[in-house]
């Protein structure tokens, strides 16, 4: 399966988590959410704008909680980051903002990870189970955002599928039209078209419906003309 997705599809699956992340994780003031898909693809969203500062320079850096948290697969904390050293430009650009503290909780679902990190404006270190609550949560919506990708994609290729076999039966028709006109078999015919096709720049099955919507009419002329190209060849 392919489990890449526009940022515009992805966006509002995590906004929406790292919403209900900050709501069931006590003494949190903010979130960030980042989605990382097989092959590098990432998007990343946040709860509230001067939290982006935070988000993407982890991805680019690799340095931070988050992109700790991605690596090893389990949470990271730091329960307060005046005495917590691990990350620098991460924890210079944390405490500019007034954070003293944060937990990145990572979760993986069809093999597409997501690590909320949680900050808080005063030292702190959520319990286990919150920890816990919030993997669940990660979980879910991964797992939501990527059903709802495989129904998109289903619909997407019956549509694709209907219009192709819409298609290929006003082309069937068009042809029984011509080769009765021309008194030629079905392959020159579907010569025929093709050559208009080629000649108008319109698709062939454009070609196809003209004719068939006219039953032939009017265009018997035109149509033995290429026919006779047909035949000559190149």
């Given at each position: 399966m392919d489990?890449r997705?526009?940022?515009?599809?992805v966006?509002?699956?995590?906004?929406g988590?790292?919403?209900?992340a900050l709501?069931c994780?006590a003494g949190c003031r903010?979130a960030?959410?980042?989605?990382r898909f097989?092959?590098?693809?990432?998007?990343?969203?946040?709860?509230?704008?001067?939290?982006?500062?935070?988000?993407?320079?982890?991805?680019?850096?690799?340095e931070?909680?988050?992109?700790?948290?991605?690596?090893?697969?389990?949470?990271?904390?730091?329960?307060d980051l005046?005495?917590d050293?691990?990350?620098p430009?991460?924890?210079v650009?944390?405490?500019?903002?007034?954070?003293?503290?944060?937990t990145?909780?990572?979760?993986t679902?069809?093999?597409?990870?997501?690590?909320v990190t949680?900050?808080a404006?005063?030292?702190?270190?959520?319990?286990?189970e919150?920890?816990?609550v919030?993997?669940?949560l990660?979980e879910?919506?991964?797992?939501?955002?990527?059903?709802e990708?495989v129904r998109?994609d289903?619909e997407a290729?019956?549509?694709?599928?209907r219009?192709a076999?819409?298609?290929?039966?006003?082309?069937d028709q068009?042809?029984?039209i011509?080769?009765h006109?021309l008194?030629?078999?079905?392959?020159?015919?579907?010569?025929v078209l093709?050559?208009l096709?080629?000649r108008?720049?319109?698709k062939l099955?454009?070609v196809?419906a003209g004719?068939v919507?006219?039953?032939?009419r009017?265009s018997?002329?035109e149509?033995r003309?290429v026919?006779g190209?047909v035949r000559?060849?190149?």
């Amino acid at each position: 399966m392919d489990t890449r997705s526009d940022a515009g599809a992805v966006a509002p699956w995590l906004v929406g988590l790292g919403g209900r992340a900050l709501r069931c994780s006590a003494g949190c003031r903010g979130a960030t959410v980042v989605l990382r898909f097989p092959g590098g693809e990432s998007h990343s969203a946040v709860t509230h704008p001067d939290l982006a500062a935070l988000a993407a320079p982890q991805e680019e850096a690799g340095e931070g909680p988050g992109a700790e948290a991605a690596r090893s697969g389990l949470p990271v904390r730091a329960a307060d980051l005046v005495a917590d050293a691990r990350w620098p430009e991460f924890r210079v650009a944390a405490l500019e903002r007034g954070l003293r503290a944060c937990t990145a909780v990572p979760a993986t679902a069809w093999g597409v990870m997501a690590t909320v990190t949680l900050y808080a404006f005063r030292p702190w270190r959520p319990p286990a189970e919150t920890l816990d609550v919030v993997r669940v949560l990660a979980e879910e919506a991964v797992g939501g955002l990527l059903r709802e990708r495989v129904r998109a994609d289903a619909e997407a290729e019956a549509e694709q599928l209907r219009t192709a076999m819409a298609s290929r039966a006003v082309i069937d028709q068009a042809i029984g039209i011509v080769t009765h006109l021309l008194d030629c078999d079905a392959g020159q015919a579907f010569d025929v078209l093709r050559t208009l096709s080629q000649r108008s720049n319109r698709k062939l099955s454009a070609v196809a419906a003209g004719i068939v919507e006219g039953r032939g009419r009017g265009s018997t002329r035109e149509l033995r003309r290429v026919l006779g190209d047909v035949r000559e060849g190149p």
